[in-house]
């Protein structure tokens, strides 16, 4: 199981970036994916989910700036952020999870950088 994730960098506060967390290894459809974020020294928190039904949510400290989707045809989960304040630095991992028998089986990308610069 991969989950690769790209498109972090540095960004003025105020500017957008795209994350995209390509699957590989898993049945992406059944899948509910969520970007993760975590600053040095914190918890790592939810950002934003989608169900494999479509559904999303979001914290609140990114609700009405962040986009969740997913493209089931290219395995991919993208974040688009817009918006961005300094305060949204920190690494931003995608998981995927999904219930057989009963039990959670879930899996983590290995992080993408996104500075914001005030």
């Known amino acids: 199981v991969q989950l690769q994730a790209s498109g972090g960098g540095l960004v003025q506060a105020g500017g957008s970036l795209r994350l995209s967390c390509a699957a590989s290894?898993?049945?992406?459809?059944?899948?509910?994916m969520a970007w993760f974020r975590q600053t040095p020294g914190k918890q790592r928190t939810l950002v934003a989910a989608?169900?494999?039904?479509?559904?999303?949510r979001y914290s609140d400290s990114v609700k009405g700036r962040f986009t969740i989707s997913r493209d089931n045809a290219k395995s991919t989960v993208y974040l688009q952020m817009n918006g961005l304040k300094p305060e949204d630095t920190a690494v931003y991992y995608c998981?995927?999870?999904?219930?057989?028998?009963?039990?959670?089986?879930?899996?983590w990308g290995q992080g993408t950088q996104v500075t914001v610069s005030s």
């Open positions: 989608i169900t494999n039904g479509g559904y999303t």
């Open positions: 998981n995927a999870a999904h219930f057989t028998g009963g039990n959670l089986e879930h899996y």
């Open positions: 290894g898993i049945v992406f459809s059944i899948n509910h």
